[in-house]
Every structure is written in C-alpha cells, then in structure tokens.
C-alpha cells in the first residue's frame, strides 16, 4: 500500500496552544494536500502544497513540505475548539493517475 | 454554488442484497472519484471518471463493485451481493478540470451498513 502514515494519531491541546502533525509519505509526489474532515463524513479541502514548494500559509494554517525525507507537517496556530476535527494528508503520486492516497489521520481535540 | 451532493444518506442492507449509491458532482466539473472509509481499510480509492475516457477501477476491491458515470454528470457505485465488509462511509468527489493540481471537492457521504 501506498498509504502515508500520519503522527501522532491522536493529539489533544488546549484552546490556545499550536496543533502539528505530520505525515510521511512512500514515492515521489506531484502535491500533497490536507483535509479535515468533522464527525466522519465529508473532507474538507483545506491546503494544497506543490512538489516544488517547500511552504504554504493559510490563515492560522502552516504546511511544510520536504520531499528529500518525504514527509510533511500541518501546523494550526492558536487552535479553537471548533478545530477539533480528524486532519488527512493526501497526496498525488507522480504516475499514479489523479486520485488521491491518504495518510492514516490525526484525531485532533482541542479543549476549552 | 451548490456542493457535491450523495443519496442516501445512510443505507442499511441485509447481506446478499445489490445496493446503489448515488453521487451528483458539482456542475461543470470533469472528474469525479468514489472512496470508501472504512475501520479497517482508512480511507481508499475507488474509482475514477475524467471525462469521456475510460474510467480507472484500479481501485475497486472486487468484481461485485462497479460504478458508471451517465451524460459525463451523475455517477452511481453499485455494489452487488453485499457483503458485511462491504460497510463502509462511501464518499464521492469531483474536481473541476484535469490535471494533478487541481483540489477535489468531497460530499457528505453515504454511509453503508451491511447486517
């Protein structure tokens, strides 16, 4: 399997405080992406990194990306508890087609 | 506008039994992809229509899984003699041109309870 695996796999913080997880991923990649996905149901897009970019802000969001050790961080700055939610990354393999592989997910609570 | 949209909502189904799943991308998108999450398994890949090509089933599990997409809009994943680990969150996306950097935009989801 092509599957990237993500740590940690569950993360709990207080409202506040800084959320990171990070995600390692197998072969060359033409851009991973991370969703958040609330209660189990649909994903929500929420940034896009190009192979050739090694960082991407969005909002509170930070992405990191480093395709030398294949792997990749998602950052939430002073996180809400409206941010607990479970966080994939996905990626696009170079000749793999379109579709998405995703990682195994971050559980993320953030507490009051 | 409106979002990907997938009926039903929920499906319990009784081992054996064909079900079908619909999924209504958003319009004017080209692409459209079927996943399935389930415990096991997280989240995988199903199926995938670009347009007029033919689709990729790379992903589909087994022989009893197939999908079609009518008038390059609607598609429908239907799974025959359904199996207990056939339960999964089936969950439809569509993207709005080809190309690997184009982001997917995921509906709701059905999710499927097979007894």
């Known amino acids: 399997s092509q599957q990237g695996e993500e740590d940690p796999q569950a993360l709990s913080i207080q409202e506040g405080e800084n959320a990171t997880m990070n995600c390692s991923y197998k072969?060359?990649?033409?851009?991973l992406q991370w969703y958040r996905q609330n209660s189990g149901r649909g994903l929500v897009h929420l940034i896009l990194?190009?192979?050739?970019?090694r960082e991407k802000h969005s909002g509170r969001l930070r992405v990191t990306l480093d395709t030398s050790k294949k792997s990749s961080s998602l950052l939430i700055t002073a996180s809400r508890a409206a941010d607990t939610a479970s966080y994939f990354c996905a990626t696009v393999f170079t000749g793999g087609g379109n579709k998405l592989t995703f990682g195994t997910g971050t559980q993320l609570k953030v507490e009051l | 506008g409106a979002g990907v949209s997938q009926s039903p909502s929920n499906k319990v189904t009784e081992k054996g039994k064909d079900v079908e799943l619909r999924c209504d991308p958003i319009?004017?998108?080209?692409?459209l992809y079927w996943y399935r999450q389930s415990l096991g398994q997280g989240l995988e890949f199903l199926i995938y229509f670009q347009g007029n090509s033919a689709p990729d089933k790379s992903g589909l599990p087994s022989d009893r899984f197939s999908a079609e997409r009518t008038g390059g809009s609607v598609s429908t994943l239907t799974i025959q003699r359904t199996q207990q680990e056939d339960s999964a969150v089936y969950l439809c996306?569509?993207?709005?041109?080809?190309?690997?950097?184009?982001?997917?935009?995921f509906g709701p989801g059905t999710r499927l309870l097979v007894l």
């Open positions: 990194i190009r192979s050739n970019e």
């Open positions: 319009s004017g998108h080209t692409a």
């Open positions: 996306a569509s993207r709005p041109k080809s190309g690997a950097q184009e982001t997917q935009y």
């Open positions: 072969t060359s990649i033409n851009n």
